[in-house]
């Protein structure tokens, strides 16, 4: 029954911010840990960053220092805010519960492109 849903991808130059937002259809954030993933053309989903339940952060070293993963558990919305965003962050992000458990869904789209 709880659908994710990922929006706020786009296209941004090198060195530009974006967020991104997942939002839940049930209060899930209190009862699951949270991650956002990302797939680029050719590669392997990995996981970008997660949050527990009780607000602690883990971040992939690739984003380190850049991303920040939150959330807002009345609005059932998870953020990533990417900051000095870099070509290589060019991938369709998705959010989902960690450990990821499928489906997943649409995902949004991130180009980082000059």
């Known amino acids: 029954q709880v659908q994710l849903v990922e929006s706020g991808g786009g296209l941004v130059q090198p060195g530009g911010s974006l967020r991104l937002s997942c939002a839940a259809s049930?209060?899930?954030?209190?009862?699951?840990?949270m991650g956002w993933y990302r797939q680029a053309p050719g590669k392997q989903r990995e996981l970008v960053a997660r949050?527990?339940?009780?607000?602690?952060?883990n971040y992939a070293d690739s984003v380190k220092g850049r991303f920040t993963i939150s959330r807002d558990k009345a609005k059932n919305t998870v953020y990533l805010q990417m900051n000095s965003l870099k070509p290589e962050d060019t991938a369709v992000y998705y959010c989902?519960?960690?450990?990821?458990?499928?489906?997943w869904g649409q995902g949004t789209q991130v180009t980082v492109s000059s």
């Open positions: 949050i527990t339940t009780d607000g602690s952060t």
């Open positions: 049930g209060r899930i954030f209190t009862i699951y840990t």
């Open positions: 989902s519960r960690w450990p990821a458990m499928g489906p």
